[in-house]
């Protein structure tokens, strides 16, 4: 008797079979609208389980489907396959219009992170406006890293995985080169002042919005 309920209790802390772990991942993440990492994941399942490894398994499932499971910074989620992605468009499309300054701030920012601001205006050769910053932040495309060490520890500027996701990336050594964003249409064909990542080019502060709306589509 006593055997039987030895073997009943170390049966309510075994791991389910992989197969149940790939399931109980699946329904995590259809059910998360923010991606999710490997140790929320194993937070929220059964003492033992493996999300890492029914996260692999579930990817590889997933391959060629309509639904694909991807990597976000240290996070996953399921999203629409990209070259499904015409069939989602809103007959309405609502544009998130940034100015130029905005603009080239994200990309200095992108390619260059961590960076201060002080780094940034020296890429850009112009100042960086407050209300920039904000907008950026407040879209939770930025966020502010680690202090840098060096004199008055100034802030630095980190993308977000929100960034990362509304761009289908996992990582942002994943960003397009200066050849890609042409091709996309999102620089002009003039040669890059300075030293600006990738030739993206310096407007002034002062610009006005401009329509990105190929590349801030929500």
Same mark, same amino acid.
């Given at each position: 008797?006593a055997e039987e309920l030895? $073997?009943?209790?170390?049966?309510?802390?075994?791991?389910?079979?992989?197969?149940?772990?790939? &399931?109980?991942?699946?329904?995590?993440?259809?059910?998360?609208?923010?991606?999710?990492?490997?140790?929320?994941?194993?937070?929220?399942?059964?003492?033992?389980?493996?999300?890492?490894? /029914?996260?692999?398994?579930?990817?590889?499932?997933?391959e060629g489907r309509g639904? &694909?499971?991807? +990597?976000?910074?240290?996070?996953?989620?399921?999203?629409?396959?990209?070259?499904? @992605?015409?069939?989602?468009?809103?007959?309405?499309?609502?544009?998130? +219009?940034?100015?130029?300054?905005?603009? $080239?701030?994200?990309?200095?920012?992108?390619?260059?992170?961590?960076?201060?601001?002080?780094?940034?205006?020296?890429?850009?050769?112009?100042?960086?406006?407050?209300?920039?910053?904000?907008?950026?932040?407040?879209?939770?495309?930025?966020?502010? @890293? &680690?202090?840098?060490?060096?004199p008055g520890r100034p802030?630095?500027?980190?993308?977000?995985?929100?960034?990362?996701?509304?761009?289908?990336?996992?990582?942002?050594?994943?960003?397009?080169?200066?050849?890609?964003? &042409?091709? /996309?249409?999102?620089?002009?064909?003039?040669?890059?002042?300075?030293?600006?990542?990738?030739?993206?080019?310096?407007?002034?502060?002062?610009?006005?919005?401009?329509?990105?709306? $190929?590349?801030?589509?929500?």
């Amino acid at each position: 008797m006593a055997e039987e309920l030895e $073997e009943t209790e170390d049966s309510l802390f075994e791991a389910p079979v992989m197969a149940e772990q790939e &399931r109980m991942v699946e329904a995590i993440l259809f059910a998360s609208a923010e991606p999710v990492s490997v140790a929320e994941l194993n937070a929220r399942m059964p003492h033992g389980a493996d999300a890492a490894e /029914a996260l692999q398994l579930l990817r590889k499932r997933y391959e060629g489907r309509g639904v &694909r499971l991807v +990597k976000v910074g240290d996070a996953w989620a399921l999203r629409t396959a990209p070259d499904l @992605g015409f069939l989602m468009q809103r007959e309405v499309v609502e544009t998130r +219009k940034l100015s130029r300054a905005a603009i $080239e701030t994200l990309a200095i920012i992108a390619y260059h992170q961590p960076v201060t601001r002080a780094e940034i205006e020296e890429i850009r050769g112009v100042s960086v406006s407050r209300g920039t910053v904000d907008q950026l932040l407040e879209m939770d495309w930025i966020r502010f @890293g &680690r202090r840098k060490m060096s004199p008055g520890r100034p802030v630095t500027f980190v993308v977000t995985e929100e960034f990362l996701d509304h761009f289908g990336l996992e990582s942002a050594r994943d960003l397009p080169g200066l050849k890609e964003l &042409r091709a /996309a249409g999102l620089l002009e064909n003039r040669p890059p002042p300075g030293n600006l990542p990738d030739g993206v080019g310096v407007p002034d502060e002062d610009d006005g919005p401009e329509d990105q709306s $190929e590349m801030f589509e929500e």
